[in-house]
């Protein structure tokens, strides 16, 4: 099994930037592929963008330029870095995580994009 800690959600302010981090309870050497979801309200859950455990990343249209995935092994820990961030990123943003053909969840932190 997996455990995933999400942090670093808040309020910030159109064209902002946050950083978001995912802790996981085991090694990410063993974990197939880790992602960030994200979920505005009355809408369906989105990805955002993942990594493989050989460090390559892909990001949704919707983010690329702005948001970067990226991965510390030593820390068992995958970030997503947010830039330039609009009121349509506000939502839930939920990490992920495949391992042993079973897909894991955080508990997810709050992003608020508004002025």
């Known amino acids: 099994q997996v455990q995933l800690v999400e942090s670093g959600g808040g309020l910030v302010q159109p064209g902002g930037s946050l950083r978001l981090s995912c802790a996981a309870s085991?090694?990410?050497?063993?974990?197939?592929?880790m992602g960030w979801y994200r979920q505005a309200s009355g809408k369906q859950r989105e990805l955002v963008a993942d990594?493989?455990?050989?460090?390559?990343?892909s990001h949704a249209d919707s983010v690329k330029g702005r948001f970067t995935i990226s991965r510390d092994n030593a820390k068992n820990t995958v970030y997503l870095q947010m830039n330039s961030l609009e009121p349509d990123d506000t939502a839930v943003y939920y990490c992920?995580?495949?391992?042993?053909?079973?897909?894991?969840w955080g508990q997810g932190t709050q992003v608020t994009v508004s002025s």
């Open positions: 992920n995580a495949l391992y042993d053909r079973k897909f894991y």
């Open positions: 085991r090694s990410i050497f063993s974990i197939r592929t």
């Open positions: 990594i493989t455990s050989s460090g390559s990343p």
